[in-house]
C-alpha cells in the first residue's frame, strides 16, 4: 500500500508542477506571436504530461491551457461574436490535444516494446498535440465562427476564399511553429519521459 500511495504522490506531484508550467509558458506565450494569434508554448509540458502520467493527465493540462487562454484575453475577438462557441472550441482543443497525445504514447510504446519504440512514441505524441489542437480550431471555426470569418477575410482583401484566410491568415506560420518546436525539442521530451520512468522504478 505504500508503494502505491508513495507513486501516486508522485504522479500528484508532477502533475502539480506541469499544470504551473503551463499557466507560466501560457502567459508567457501569449506575447509571442506569429500573425494574429500567440503561439502555444505550453504544448510541450502537456504531451510529457499525457505520456508520463497519464491520457487524463494531457487532458488536465489541456484544460488548464484552455482556461488560461480564455482569462488572458488571448481569445477576446472570438469571445465577442460567440462568447459559448469560444469556450467550447477553447477548452475541447486543449483537453482533445491532451487526451490524443497520451493515447498515441501509450499505443505505440505498447506495441513497439523498446527504447526505440517509446522515443518513436514521444516524438508522435509532440506531433499530435499541435496536429489536434490545430485541427479542433480549424473545425470549431468552420461550425461557430463561419459568417464572421467570412466579414474578416472580405477585409483582410488578401486571400481568396474564407478557408484560405483560415489556413493561411490565421494559423498557417502559428501551426508550423508550434509544430516545428515539438519536433524540435522531442528528444528533451524523450529524456524527460525516460527519466521519470527510470525515477518511477526504483
Known amino acids: 500500500m505504500s508503494i502505491t500511495k508513495s507513486f501516486d504522490t508522485r504522479k500528484l506531484v508532477l502533475l502539480s508542477l506541469l499544470t504551473a508550467i503551463v499557466i507560466v509558458l501560457q502567459i508567457v506565450g501569449a506575447f509571442i506571436k506569429f500573425g494574429p494569434f500567440s503561439i502555444s508554448l505550453v504544448l510541450l509540458p502537456i504531451a510529457v504530461g499525457a505520456a508520463l502520467v497519464s491520457p487524463m493527465a494531457g487532458g488536465w493540462l489541456g484544460l488548464v491551457f484552455g482556461f488560461v487562454v480564455l482569462v488572458s484575453g488571448d481569445a477576446n475577438p472570438f469571445l465577442a461574436v460567440n462568447p459559448a462557441g469560444t469556450i467550447i472550441v477553447v477548452m475541447l482543443k486543449g483537453a482533445l490535444a491532451g487526451l490524443a497525445a497520451g493515447a498515441v504514447y501509450r499505443l505505440i510504446s505498447n506495441i513497439i516494446k523498446s527504447g ?6 514521444a516524438i508522435a505524441a509532440a506531433a499530435v498535440c499541435p496536429i489536434v489542437n490545430t485541427g ?5 471555426s468552420y461550425v461557430f465562427f463561419l459568417p464572421t470569418l467570412r466579414e474578416w477575410s472580405a477585409a483582410a482583401g488578401d486571400y481568396s476564399s474564407v478557408t484560405a484566410f483560415i489556413f493561411i491568415g490565421m494559423i498557417g506560420v502559428n501551426f508550423l511553429v508550434e509544430l516545428g518546436l515539438n519536433l524540435a525539442l522531442s528528444p528533451t521530451i524523450v529524456r524527460l519521459i525516460q527519466y521519470g520512468q527510470d525515477r518511477r522504478a526504483l
Do not use: H, P, R, V
Open 136 to 140: 479542433i480550431f480549424i473545425l470549431g
Open 116 to 121: 526505440t519504440g517509446k522515443t518513436f512514441a
